[in-house]
């Protein structure tokens, strides 16, 4: 028998939207789904320590959650945000911010 051990997101995402900017760059639906499995699963190896452990306070404490990410195969990179409330996740180029 194959267990698997269901993942549990840290925190809700509310809607889910995409600048412009990330719109343009035509991304795959398994890379949109990756990015924001990463997200919200708290893989944040991207980024720096600090910011690692900020996001991790704002889990808990219920503070917006930015993550920055490489797009595969590319030098892009694409930021996520959530929102403190937790109503809307953005995903958008850095320049956009």
Not at 15 to 28: E, F, Y
Not at 78 to 86: G, L, M, P, Q, S
Request: charged fraction near 20%; glycine fraction near 6%.
């Amino acid at each position: 028998m194959n267990l698997i051990t269901p993942i549990k997101p840290l925190f809700p995402l509310g809607r889910i939207v995409q600048t412009q900017g990330v719109l343009a760059l035509g991304l795959s639906a398994q890379t949109y789904d990756s990015l924001f499995a990463r997200h919200v699963l708290g893989y944040w190896r991207e980024m720096s320590a600090d910011d690692q452990t900020a996001n991790e306070k704002s889990v808990l404490d219920g503070d917006r959650i930015i993550s920055r990410y490489t797009i595969p195969g590319t030098t892009t990179r694409v930021w996520i945000v959530t929102e403190a409330d937790r109503s809307l996740t953005t995903l958008l180029l850095p320049h956009e911010y």
